[in-house]
């Protein structure tokens, strides 16, 4: 069925939450294993009728968030949410003391019930009104950012639609590009501001109420960290520090050699070459073309799923006035078919959409079609980004279809770009933490804590007194930190993943794409840790991978220089 055709109606709030109540009350009754089994699975059909609707809601307001109906419609089930989450808590409850535990663990997995009691830690009936706020915050936060309208060049354009302009092989352009957005964000730093904060003291509050000192360990629980603990990710981001970063100042020293300049700016840190970054070679059409003819040749799985998103509209890919900005992958579960969110703007970006949120689709798509219950279809985010940043990787003997002639300086700067974004991953996760252990700091100190910060992580970085960025604000357009608090350093780990399957390719493209639909059908059945071991893989968190992987990808890029 084609998304257009997709009806949308407001769930039955009431009799979901009556049914959910009938079911958790049978768990309980059950004489047998077998008996919960069946409960079990009844739960997850009727979920996921509602996370289909729901899914169709937030779409539709993300493609177009001036419609008014599903605006209101997506207010309202933002209401709602926290009293589904209520009763879900009661029907884990009930499954995780079952007397028949040990065979439903045979049947559902051991990791489906250590999940669940750690969702348990992460929600009580007393933090419902709080859980409520949130969600009419983030959705504020959304709103503001889709609404700007920026004047620039005798256009007005959007966030996204600045895009090409920052990377314009005219210094002036660039700098004035990144002047106009900064203009948006400072003309509206007062709401910024005090929506941020008001998601921080809503979120310590959320914590106390749970127990916690503070967000931080709540909201490790709520990421679903089932496998390494916090000290685990302070020695990864301090691997980082001491194994990475020094490789990344060589980098852009290298990239300031290419642009011919001595002194390198914030606005020149994302064009690559001196007469312009890789673009794609066509039209929207001809980009979605090719998109089709790569995952057709890829392999016969990825050629059935290419077919269906196209096929069905689970794309929505153009920018446009009032959309959301930003890109994602959802999944429509009651149908098996992802859905692919994004805002093309004739950068490299727009191929990363066939590339990486494609990775989360054929992810969801394959999951939905070999794994029958839900909670088991999908890893914990950096399991799932590791999807989406390998497949980035893989699809490189196909990316002289969108390139072309600029296939190599797309190559060079997709490996530089990997290593120079997992320190600003780092450093988005380690301002999340300083702020939430530190609830009580003013606007003015969060923007002077991230700024310290980008010189711990970005030390070539200089804003050369650029409005908003010069002021240490950069971090209020990343959209993770106000919708999806401790959401990013997923990123940084599955990259480290993700440039062990793009060495892996370099010897025996084959074997690695062997190797990641083995990681790709395991689903979420193993923990992060497990799944990397189960392929043969490191896991990005133990001592020295991050030093080792990332050194071979900067000897490749050491060897495949392009002016």
């Known amino acids: 069925m084609?998304?257009?055709?997709?009806?949308?109606?407001?769930?039955?709030?009431?009799?979901?939450?009556?049914?959910?109540?009938?079911?958790?009350?049978?768990?309980?009754?059950?004489?047998?294993?077998?008996?919960?089994?069946?409960?079990?699975?009844?739960?997850?059909?009727?979920?996921?009728?509602?996370?289909?609707?729901?899914?169709?809601?937030?779409?539709?307001?993300t493609v177009d968030t001036r419609d008014k109906f599903y605006e209101d419609e997506q207010a309202y089930l933002d209401e709602q949410y926290p009293l589904i989450s209520e009763k879900l808590q009661a029907f884990s409850k009930a499954l995780v003391e079952s007397k028949f535990r040990s065979e439903l663990e045979k049947e559902l997995g051991a990791l489906l019930f250590t999940n669940a009691e750690m969702e348990l830690?992460?929600?009580?009936?007393a933090i419902i009104s709080l859980v409520q706020e949130e969600n009419r915050l983030t959705t504020e936060y959304q709103k503001l950012y889709a609404s700007a309208r920026i004047d620039f060049m005798g256009k007005t354009v959007t966030v996204a639609q600045l895009g090409p302009y920052k990377q314009d092989p005219d210094r002036a352009v660039r700098k004035a590009a990144l002047e106009a957005e900064g203009g948006f964000f400072d003309a509206h730093q007062a709401e910024f501001d005090e929506l941020f904060d008001k998601l921080v003291k809503n979120r310590t509050e959320q914590a106390k109420k749970l127990g916690f000192e503070n967000y931080v360990p709540l909201g490790f629980l709520r990421m679903g960290r089932n496998c390494y603990t916090p000290e685990d990710l302070q020695s990864f981001r301090s691997q980082v520090v001491r194994d990475l970063v020094p490789?990344?100042?060589k980098v852009k020293a290298r990239q300031a050699q290419r642009l011919g300049i001595d002194d390198f700016k914030f606005y020149d840190n994302t064009l690559m070459f001196k007469d312009g970054s890789a673009k794609p070679q066509g039209t929207p059409d001809e980009i979605m073309a090719a998109g089709k003819r790569m995952y057709h040749e890829l392999s016969p799985e990825t050629g059935e799923f290419i077919d269906l998103m196209l096929e069905n509209e689970l794309f929505d890919v153009l920018a446009k006035e009032g959309k959301?900005?930003?890109?994602?992958?959802?999944?429509?579960?009651?149908?098996?078919?992802?859905?692919?969110?994004?805002n093309f703007n004739g950068t490299s970006g727009d191929v990363d959409v066939l590339t990486h949120e494609a990775g989360h689709a054929f992810a969801d798509y394959t999951a939905a079609r070999t794994?029958?219950?839900?909670?088991?279809?999908?890893?914990?985010?950096?399991?799932?980004?590791?999807?989406?940043?390998?497949?980035?990787?893989?699809?490189?003997?196909?990316?002289?279809?969108?390139?072309?002639?600029?296939?190599?300086?797309?190559?060079?700067?997709?490996?530089?770009?990997?290593?120079?974004?997992?320190?600003?991953?780092?450093?988005?996760d380690h301002f999340q933490?300083?702020?939430?252990?530190?609830?009580?700091?003013?606007?003015?100190?969060?923007?002077?804590?991230?700024?310290?910060?980008?010189?711990?992580?970005?030390?070539y970085i200089d804003f050369d007194s650029l409005p908003f960025y010069g002021r240490g604000a950069g971090w209020q357009r990343q959209m993770h930190i106000y919708q999806s608090p401790f959401y990013y350093i997923d990123y940084c780990l599955a990259q480290v993943m993700s440039l062990?399957?793009?060495?892996?390719?370099?010897?025996?493209?084959?074997?690695?794409?062997?190797?990641?639909?083995?990681?790709?059908?395991?689903?979420?059945?193993?923990?992060f840790i497990d799944l990397a071991h189960a392929v043969g893989l490191r896991s990005p968190i133990d001592e020295g991978c991050v030093k080792d992987v990332c050194t071979a990808t900067f000897n490749w890029t050491q060897e495949h220089l392009v002016q």
């Open 500 to 527: 062990q399957f793009f060495a892996l390719s370099l010897e025996d493209r084959k074997a690695a794409w062997e190797k990641y639909m083995a990681f790709v059908n395991l689903g979420g059945t193993k923990t």
């Open 2 to 61: 084609k998304f257009s055709q997709m009806t949308y109606s407001r769930p039955d709030i009431s009799a979901l939450l009556a049914q959910l109540d009938q079911l958790t009350a049978r768990m309980r009754e059950a004489g047998s294993a077998g008996e919960q089994l069946t409960v079990y699975k009844e739960k997850d059909a009727l979920m996921s009728r509602f996370h289909t609707l729901s899914s169709i809601c937030a779409i539709r307001n």
């Open 371 to 428: 794994i029958e219950i839900r909670a088991n279809q999908f890893p914990t985010m950096e399991g799932a980004e590791t999807h989406s940043m390998s497949m980035e990787f893989l699809t490189a003997p196909w990316h002289h279809l969108f390139f072309g002639p600029m296939t190599d300086k797309y190559e060079l700067s997709h490996a530089e770009d990997a290593l120079t974004f997992i320190p600003y991953g780092c450093l988005v």
């Open 247 to 249: 490789l990344t100042v």
């Open 121 to 125: 830690k992460c929600f009580s009936p």
């Open 324 to 342: 959301a900005p930003g890109g994602y992958c959802t999944s429509l579960p009651d149908y098996k078919y992802p859905f692919i969110f994004s």
């Open 433 to 459: 933490h300083e702020v939430y252990s530190r609830p009580e700091m003013t606007p003015e100190e969060r923007n002077e804590t991230w700024a310290r910060l980008e010189k711990l992580y970005r030390p």
